[in-house]
Structure formats: C-alpha cells, structure tokens
C-alpha cells in the first residue's frame, strides 16, 4: 500500500533527521520526501510517501505523532487529495525527429521544454509520481541522460 | 540563597542558571563525573545545595540516575563532560530509554563556534542520543537555559517516562544573561495525557465478564503509575489470576492467592502455562516484547487482547488488540475498578477456570526441579528472600542471576524490583542500587548480581564507599559469563568460549581494596551469617557466593518459540 502523509513539524534544525532517523530505526521505508517552510515561518510541512501494510503506515502515524516536534500527522486520501511531483529530465538526441516526438510526448503530459541542444533536451513534468514515470517510459527509448524528482507535495482538498 | 532568585529577572551565567534551574526542580543530588567541557557547572556547586556524586564512569552515573529515577519517580540527574564523558553516558540513556525511566543527563559541550571542527573532545552527541532519548535539547544561548531545563524535566516525568539529554556548550555556560524562570510554558507538539476513555474501558470490563479463562498480563507500566492498588481491586473483584512480564515483576504481590509471577523466556511454568490456555488478557502497560511473549503471532491468534497503555503508539505495535484503552492506566484501572463497585460487581465463588490455576500453581510449587546441590540458585534467592525486609529494595544486573531472581525470588511489596529488562545492560543493577539507596537511604537496597555482570561496573564500589550509600552487592559467581555459557550448551553443543571468568578478581578482596566489606559465603550457615551481616552494617557489603557454573536457569522459552514450547528442567 502506498501512503501519503503529511506531517506539520517545528521549524527548526534537526527535524528532518529525526523524522527520517525515525523511519530507519524502525524497520519503514521512505518513498519520496519533500519538506518546504509554511505561510508561518515557525512551521515547515512535509510530505512523505511511503509503502506499507496498513498496521506498518497506522504505526509510522501513530510513532510520527509521538514526536515532540510534529504538531500534526495525517494520512492523506490520495482520492480527496492534490499532490504532485515536479521532475526534471534530460533525455538523448541521437535522430533529427527526436527533439520533435519528446516535444509531443512532453505536450501530451503537460510537460515544459528547456534547453534544446544538438545532442540533448530537458524536460520539465509537474505531475503525479504514476504520469512521471509513465512519461519515463516512453521517453527511455530516446535515452534518458538525468532525472531529477522532487517528492510528492500533497494537500487533502477543502471539505475532504 | 538561590530560590529567592525565582520569576524575578536576574544576570547569571548559563552554569549558575542551569544549577538554579535544577534547585527548582527540586533536585538534591547530582551524579557525574568532571571534565573540562562542564567545568563552569562544576564549579557552581559551591554555590548551591546540590550534593554531588563522584563516580568513577559516566556510565554508572547515568545508571544511578536511571536507579534513582525509578525509585523517586522524579528525573535523575547525572553530569558528564563533552566527547568521551558524553558518549559514555549513552549506555545508560539507552537503557533508561528502553525501560521509559525518568532521566535527565546534561553533558558539557565544545563552545558554540567550535561545534562542527572537530575540536578536542568535541562529539556530535545530540545526533547520537537522538535515537535513544525522549527528548534532547542543545541551548545555543545562556539566556535558554533556564526553560530548557524546565521543559527538559516536564517531558522526562510526564506520559511514558524516559530520558532527556541537555548538551550545553562551554561558552552557553559562561556567558552571562537576563535569566527568567518561566513557570508557565507550552510544548505544542507533546500531549503526554489523554482523556479517560471511558467507553473502551467499559467494552474492556464486558469482555473480561464474558471470557470464559480470563487473565491480569500486569507490565512495567503499572509499576509506573502506581497502580498497585487498583491492579489489585480489580483482580480481586473479577477473581482473575496474575501474571506479570519481568519488568513488571512485583507489580503484583507475589505471594498474593492470585498472582503466578512473570511469564516470558524466563517466566515461571505456571504463569506460562496459564497464559497458553487463557482466552482473554488485560493487558496492562506492556509493549509485548518478545521475552515476554515469545513469537508475535502466535499470541495475538490466541487471545482476545485488552490493551490499556498511556502511549498511543504501543498499542498494534506488537499485537493486534481487541479493545485499547489509552491513557495513564492507573487512573482507566480506576475507571474500571468505580464501574464494577457501581455495578455490584464481585465475584466470591471459584469457578473452574480460578480452580484449574491454582491447581496449577500448586502442582509447580511442587514438581518444579531445582538444582540438587546446597547452594542452587533457587536456595540461596530463598534464603535471601526470607531475611530481607519486605520494603527494601532490589535491583538486578543481567544474566542467569536475573533469571534466577525473577523465578525464586518473590517480590511481596509492590514496586520494589527493579532491572533493565529493556535493553539488557550489563553493569546496570550495582550503580543503580546505589541511586536507588539515595533516593530511598530509609530502606535496605541489595543488587542481585551475577560476577559478570558485576565485573562491568563494580568500580561504583569507590562511590559507594566514599560517598556513604551501604548496597548490598548479592554475586551469584559461577565465574563465567553463565547466561553465554547456557546458550552454547544449549545451542552451540558445548562449544564453550569467551565465557570462563576463571575466578578473577577475588572479589572479597577487591571488595576490601575499595574500603568495603568482603564476605565469602561457601554454605547455607554461611550465607545466612553473611546477609545478616550486611544488613546490620552501615558499610557497602559484597556477597561472594561461589554456585555450579553448570547450573542452567529453567524454564526457558527458546527466542523464535512460543510460550507452549517451554523446555522444562529434566
């Protein structure tokens, strides 16, 4: 099962090591993570997507609610939830028509294109972490160069 | 001279305000050992009313502390400096962890512009406790010192206890500031009580009613809390037998009608056995661990689990429960104890299940095979037993000995046992006693101790010596690692190493070159005159008593069995 939580937690040094400390100590693993300051500067959000049975991610809640620091944990309903990954990818020209057939393929997923050289071009895909890496594939016979992905970041929709 | 400093503003240094801080908090006694990373708190002590407490390793400092912890119920406090004096201390934090004591270490630190350089006895020990504190605070400016030090002590007693470490750099100590002493704080992020739950406590009682072989699994939670009264009502009023993990050994009266003592690795035959055939426990503070248990799934199939702990995240951490009752379990077993008085609720008649217990006790009592010899375990924990006074107190090291004395030695004053149960620390039971003695001078304080164990920390002797605080160290000496050696004859065909002690040191002597008592007990009379000697001295006394290194601690539950595939002594 895959989990999204989202977690409130004090800005302050050394929270992110607690938090993934928290997953190593215990035997979780974390999928993606990405922490950002909130409209307070007191508080930083992070998301954190992880895999797990039910009783796994029901413990990682209830251990991350432990924790002085956090002020709020919650798993979110990815079906009531908008969350999205930004990544960035550098892929391979090799023929005259391939900067054309990623650029469709990029439209295709809402994708952006930077930085069209002679022999590479980048693509930027906000998106979810599914779309991306079904864009991966499609775009693995052009040859990917780099990847880079951020995490999800995640937020419940009002009244969800 | 200090108190009347409080709530008014004042200028001090970080040092000063940390021994103030600590005088609030009502803190009389300091373990610890100087270095100089925590010289300017050092030298606050001729300024204060805190008596301090030379050890000679930071380690024992931290496990009296942890002893005293348990004991008083309030945070112990043990000093050590930066680097080495920090990391040293991290045994004994680990192990106050493990077994939720209240603790409150404060190291000595490089100055704020050296962290990160890799200066002289600089250790990086807010990462390295991290993992093993409930909380660690590293106040960059003298002026935090004083809430630092309030909160630090608020988190450390409060919810499940445990410890929590303040690192405090050397110029954050001798930098002068505007100290205030806030009574009033807020921590937003810690919600160490919850409500009553009084809708699962009252499914919990229906279900007890209704099962048909009920049982009490009384855990080091209850010790805790006190709950001993409450434990007992309810007990009593439903007429369910007792049993106990080892940490919470002496929850429960061990000579009380009901009681069956610990279960678990180690556990007695009738506790494990009656907890095999129950169909429904009240599990009370535990977090189920496998020395309690055995294997995970085999006991959840079982059973109808009633889970009451004060921490939320114990509860389907180990076990699937049926029902859980979150809070202080000694104010929820109140709940439930008002419920069934309101109810009418008391059982008076035996049925079949109570009978079938006590049968079973009884047939243990006696077929239980003990060592044939003079000096088996079983009698010479016995003979202990029936010579201490009730109220005094008991800490244990780790090993065969604690096995030994979580069998054959029944603890009838509830709370009165205490053992690192958690982490296992070798070397814990000898400097604990001692902050166990300071915390409780009125009563005697014996550590059952094993000579491994023993080996690990008995350097406390100076410390209890010099500073007056008379413990009994109790060796079960078999000189050799007993514990190792009945595993590899057990599972290692006697392919014995790394356990023959070779009867080194002589600890009578040994005993003696610190300035305290030696006695070397060889025989029952012997050890009769011996425990009667040290309990009549005011001088720390050390018990030497020579045992058979074959002798094996029985019942024992292999780790990855369950509790039903106890091996029996043949």
Known sequence: MWAILSLLVENKPGILFKITHMFRSRNFNIDSISVGVTENPEFSRMTITTIGDKKQVAQIVKQLDKMIDTLEVLELDEHKTVYRELSIFKIKLSNANDSMEINKLANAYGGKVHDVKKESMMVELTATPDQIEAFQELAKPFGILDVARTGVAALQRSGA | ?570
């Open chain 2, 1 to 570: 001279m200090a108190i009347d400093l409080v709530n008014k503003m004042e200028t001090m240094k970080g040092a000063r305000a940390l021994m103030v801080a600590l005088e609030k908090e009502g803190v009389k006694e300091v373990f610890g050992l100087p270095g100089g990373a925590n010289l300017p708190m050092y030298d606050e002590f001729s300024r204060c009313n805190i008596r301090h407490i030379l050890t000679r390793h930071e380690q024992s400092a931290a496990h009296m502390a942890d002893g005293f912890g348990r004991v008083s119920r309030k945070p112990g406090v043990c000093f050590a400096t930066s680097g080495p004096g920090a990391t040293n201390i991290l045994t004994g934090i680990a192990t106050a962890q493990a077994d939720s004591a209240p603790m409150v270490a404060v190291t000595g630190q490089v100055p704020v512009e050296m962290i990160g350089r890799d200066a002289f006895q600089e250790s990086d020990i807010i990462g390295m406790a991290n993992p093993v504190v409930k909380y660690a605070y590293q106040p960059r400016d003298a002026s935090e010192v004083p809430e630092v030090v309030r909160k630090g002590f608020f988190i450390a007693e409060t919810g499940r206890p445990g410890p929590v470490l303040i690192d405090i750099p050397k110029d954050v100590q001798t930098n002068e500031a505007e100290m205030t002493f806030p009574d009033e704080f807020k921590i937003r992020g810690y919600h160490p009580w919850s409500d009553p739950d009084m809708v699962n406590s009252e499914k919990a009682i229906d279900m007890l009613l209704s099962a048909e072989k009920p049982v009490i699994l009384a855990g080091g939670g209850t010790i805790i809390s006190s709950a001993f009264a409450e434990l007992q009502a309810i007990a009593e009023l439903l007429m369910i037998p007792v049993v106990t993990t080892f940490k919470g050994k002496g929850a429960f009266p061990e000579n009380h009608p009901l009681s069956l003592g610990p279960i678990g690795m180690h556990g007695h035959a009738e506790a494990n056995k009656i907890m095999t055939e129950a169909d429904c426990v009240l599990a009370i503070g535990t977090r189920f661990s496998d020395r309690s248990v055995g294997t995970f799934e085999t006991f959840e199939k079982r059973l109808k689990i009633i889970h009451m702990d004060v921490d939320p995240a114990e509860i389907g951490k180990n076990q699937t429960t049926s029902v859980a009752v979150v809070g202080d379990v000694r104010s929820s077993l109140r709940i439930m104890v008002n419920m069934l008085v309101k109810k009418a609720i008391k059982k008076t008649e035996e049925n079949n299940w109570l009978k079938h217990v006590k049968e079973t006790k009884a047939y243990w009592k006696e077929n239980l095979k003990l060592h044939p010899g003079e000096m088996g375990a079983a009698k010479i924990l016995r003979k202990l037993r029936e010579l201490l006074p009730h109220k005094s107190i008991v800490t244990t090291e780790v090993g065969q000995h604690q096995m030994w004395a979580s069998l054959f030695f029944d603890v009838i004053h509830p709370g009165t046992f205490f053992s690192s149960t958690g982490l296992g620390t070798m070397g814990w039971g000898f400097p604990a006693a001692i902050g166990a003695k300071v915390a409780r001078p009125d009563v005697h304080v014996v550590d059952i101790a094993g000579d491994g164990s023993f080996a690990m920390t008995e350097n406390s002797l100076a410390t209890a010596v010099l500073e007056d605080i008379p413990v009994i160290v109790f060796v079960l000496n078999n000189s050799s690692l007993g514990m190792v050696a009945q595993w590899q004859r057990t599972f290692y065909e006697r392919r014995m190493i790394g356990i023959d002690e070779k009867h080194c040191p002589d600890y009578v002597k040994l005993a003696e070159s610190y300035g305290a008592q030696g006695i070397r007990a060889q025989s029952m009379d012997e050890l009769d005159r011996a425990i009667k000697t040290a309990l009549s001295s005011n001088v720390a006394t050390v018990i030497d008593i020579p045992i058979d290194p074959e002798e094996d601690v029985l019942p024992f539950v292999a780790p990855g069995t369950s509790l039903a595939d106890m091996v029996l002594p043949s």
